[in-house]
DNA sequence: GCTCCTTATACTCATATTGAGCATATATTT
DNA sequence: AAATATATGCTCAATATGAGTATAAGGAGC
């Protein structure tokens, strides 16, 4: 195998990484993440391009993730470096961290001419127990279903299926050259989005919005094609790369809530049981059967009730319990899957 | 948030970005990696470490996966970065790729201090159809569970974890400064290793090596902290933290097994069910109940019968299979949990 | 040919898990 | 006190799972 020589360092040429959070948060039974919204000198590449972008969204909504450089001299670890800037400038505690993935697309950034580097980015995950507004005043916490709609199926199909994506995507797979791509574009589609034979699959967040990129009607696709809009799903859009980072959290975060007990890093120390379905509705998108969510969470054994009671919902008070972080019952937040279904 | 200016890109220093392939494939029943196994000069710095461990490998056995550093102005993707070399130096046709990991502890490659520059590695996963003997000869195809004897619960219990680890880990333990401390060492032990209440949970090969690693009782932590070796665990070190790496994808493929038809990127075009389930077995590691295994893959969708028979085995012939790629069948391989059983 | 051995495949059955709904309890509002 | 709202308890049918038993179909030895 080739290794690292001297040769190899000089070809490299210059390498910048840099730190991409999603830093994700449920209130008002919404799923937030915390969002940049200021026009950066950095980003003024980019500028123009979303400017274009007409109605989908004004001049001064240019959206990013938080993201910071890595310095390698500085941090001993990706994890540390992360934390780092997000805590420093944010004031956040973050609890649970995960590293998602390493995006290096070649002009994934347009910065990398200006560099003369190629620009790297890690992804992280992190989730925060409650969503204050966020020191600066630069960061806010938006919903992420403002960039997702079509992710969000707990008031039922959301219209913007109906209404734009699944013509969108109909017009992309006819236009296909060969009656076989088009066949498998249209099976494509119908795993991704589902069908009457597939139900849809609310993990699948970044296969679902790659496929809106391969097929041009999301807005960054045709940005970075430069080509002119000729129609694109009403969303935001986002700066880079950077909603395809926020897809990948997405549903990287709903997969884990079906076989690991991360619900609790998003509810605060004591909580009513609903309030914890309605998190765990929030963060996947779709709603579950109470009486059946009930009966999951205590066999689970990861709660226990406090004897307390609250009653502010104007029923029967609902007794609060408390998360029992046992390391040995942690196997399994919520069995092979989630009790879905009506209210 | 910070952007990157020219302050950022002074203060970055060198970043090197190696990625580092675990390749796996099944010949023989057995789950085999490809492994490069030189003295490489690049890897000179580790090799006084590893020759000082004693009986547990003599001094040609430096082995390491492969790897290669990622050039960004030839390569226009990572993906494409590791494919390339891979391709180019093995010969092999890499079907399954998957990012795993980006590994950049400060330390974890001696190499930084010469190069001064931050070693980052991104670790990928590929899955190959067979394990022919690997072009050039310095890479060979090994048995995974050479690094990891304590995962292949195929014949039973490994005694490696009644005579070997779970003392090592028990004295570990008790070694902890404070009984709290001593509690929380037990618990975790538990929850990773298993016990009466908590079952061997085959996806968690990641936390276990991380267990070990912390108690010392791996070689590579004994090599990394400088320490003598008390005692360590028999099984094959790897350079750097490529042990560390292997895990990671063991640890994901055995989940991927679960939920993703990627059983079918390990076996010829055509199997009988028995070879196929022998293949899943040799990942996981354990054994399935015959009859329920059949029962699961007919009922998936995910294969149709071919009409030939084979009768290698003695028995009576087995229908060959082959599988359906079907788009739309591919959300699920196994159902929830793999049936696990006595054949 | 028949018997024994071996593996493949079919079928059964008890138990656990899921999805869905009905019933009852306990608060607030009118 | 009645109406309304939410919480919690309980039932039940449909599946899924785990573990066998039974039968089929080949080869080897006699």
Known sequence: MTDFGEQAVAEQGGVQIGLTAVIVAVTDDEPRVLVVR???HALAST??????????????????????PFYPGRHRTLDAGLRGWVEEQTQLDLGYVEQLYTFGDRGRDPREQELGARVLSIGYLALAQEAKPAGAGEALWQNWYRYFPWEDWRAGKPEILTQEIEPGLDEW?????????????FSRIDATFGSEEVRWNEDRVLERY??????????????DRGQDMAFS???????LD???????????????LKYRPVVFELVPPTFTLFELQKAVEAISGNLLHKQNFRRL?????????TGKYESRTGGRPAETYRYVRDILAERLTAGPRLPVGKR
């Open 233 to 239: 799903v009403h969303s935001h859009p986002m700066v």
């Open 38 to 40: 200021r026009v950066d």
């Open 173 to 185: 797979a006819t236009q296909a050259d060969s009656p076989a791509e088009i066949r498998e574009r």
């Open 297 to 305: 969470v205590e066999k689970s054994g990861l709660v226990e009730g």
């Open 210 to 223: 790659e496929l809106l990129y391969e097929a041009g009607i999301v807005t960054e696709a045709q940005r």
């Open 242 to 256: 950077h909603r395809r980072i926020l897809a990948t959290a997405m549903g990287r975060l709903r997969g884990k």
């Open 47 to 68: 500028e123009e391009g979303v400017a274009r972008e007409g109605d989908a969204l004004s001049d001064d909504t240019l959206e990013a993730l938080p993201y910071g």
